[in-house]
């Protein structure tokens, strides 16, 4: 549980990452997975985390390359597991009653999400936190043919490990980015944010009308 707090903490993250050594590729894909291709894995700061594992990589603890390849390895078999998860699991989930870690209302916010932008949902979610959790798997529900999801998936995948890390590796070298990283991380995170305050505030606004 300690190891899951620094998580949430990007000073405490990038001094863990900067420990780990080697042992950050490893947690960085597991996590990375987790959230791509497991519906618990919804809570995992995926943006934040891509930008500070970038940065350490900036400083020399961690190396970028690998690590861009292992963790686009990471994301594409992580929505492919979420993918199948949904195809087998099918519309019954929606019966499902809520839990700690599972919420209907995120399947119904992506469902809606899915509904408006189609299989670019696959690609566009990848940079909106909670979403990307459950895109793959409403895909699979949706029965989207394979074939259309993977290039989507890799697509997606490819753009959102590169952009992150890339951001962070370069970014986070600028003296007015490094001396206010945690600034920086909160600002990613409430911009990666918008979309999903942006669908609920809608979602609220549709469910008034109907009520009238």
């Not at 594992?53 to 990471?74: D, E, H, K």
């Not at 690609?123 to 793959?136: D, S």
């Not at 942006?198 to 469910?207: D, G, I, T, V």
Request: with cysteine; hydrophobic share 50%; net charge positive.
């Amino acid at each position: 549980m300690e190891y899951l707090s620094t998580l949430f903490h990007p000073a405490e993250l990038q001094l863990q990452l900067q420990t780990w050594g080697w042992l950050s590729y490893p947690i960085l894909f597991a996590i990375i997975f987790a959230e791509t291709g497991i519906l618990a894995g919804f809570f995992f700061p995926g943006d934040s985390l891509l930008f500070i594992a970038g940065f350490v990589c900036s400083l020399g603890y961690v190396q970028i390359w690998p690590l861009t390849l292992l963790l686009i390895v990471a994301a594409i078999t992580g929505d492919a597991t979420g993918y199948f998860i949904g195809k087998k699991t099918g519309e019954k989930i929606f019966f499902k009653p809520d839990s700690l870690l599972f919420k209907k209302e995120y399947l119904y916010r992506t469902k809606s999400f899915y509904e408006k932008h189609g299989g670019k949902t696959i690609v566009l979610a990848r940079f909106i936190p909670i979403v990307r959790t459950f895109a793959p798997f409403m895909a699979g529900v949706g029965n989207m043919g394979y074939r259309k999801f993977a290039l989507y998936n890799i697509t997606g995948g490819i753009a959102w490990i590169t952009s992150m890390l890339f951001a962070g590796y370069f970014l986070g070298n600028i003296p007015l980015v490094k001396a206010n990283l945690e600034k920086t991380i909160l600002l990613i995170i409430f911009i990666s944010l918008l979309p999903v305050f942006h669908q609920a505030y809608s979602h609220r606004k549709q469910n008034k009308k109907l009520e009238v």
